[in-house]
Nanobody, 116 residues
């Protein structure tokens, strides 16, 4: 299983920006999909954004036009640029890597707090 470490979370005012990064412990060239999920207090974990080895990218409707996911195979990282942040974006953000079947890895999470 690939190990994942997130960074870049923090406290930001509404309308501000943050960039999250996820570093993988090995090459991600064979990882089918890498993405970001988030979990707000009292809520279930939800999908945010994903990119695949084939170049497909998808976003949750709630973040379209504000968030951008980047996959850097050379550096074994996936990043999430978050612009125009809203209070409702407050959550713990988790990096995910899926290599097929049950080969599913999660990072430890990074807190993003957006103040009004």
């Amino acid at each position: 299983q690939v190990q994942l470490v997130e960074s870049g979370g923090g406290l930001v005012s509404a309308g501000g920006s943050l960039r999250l990064s996820c570093a993988a412990s090995r090459s991600i060239s064979s990882v089918i999909s890498m993405g970001w999920y988030r979990q707000a207090p009292g809520k279930e974990r939800e999908f945010v954004a994903m990119t695949t080895t084939g170049g497909a990218i998808s976003y949750a409707d709630s973040v379209k036009g504000r968030f951008t996911i980047f996959r850097d195979t050379a550096k074994n990282t996936v990043s999430l640029q978050m612009n125009d942040l809203k209070v409702e974006d407050t959550a713990v953000y988790y990096c995910n890597a899926w290599s097929g079947g049950d080969r599913n890895s999660w990072g430890q999470g990074t807190q993003v707090t957006v103040s009004s």
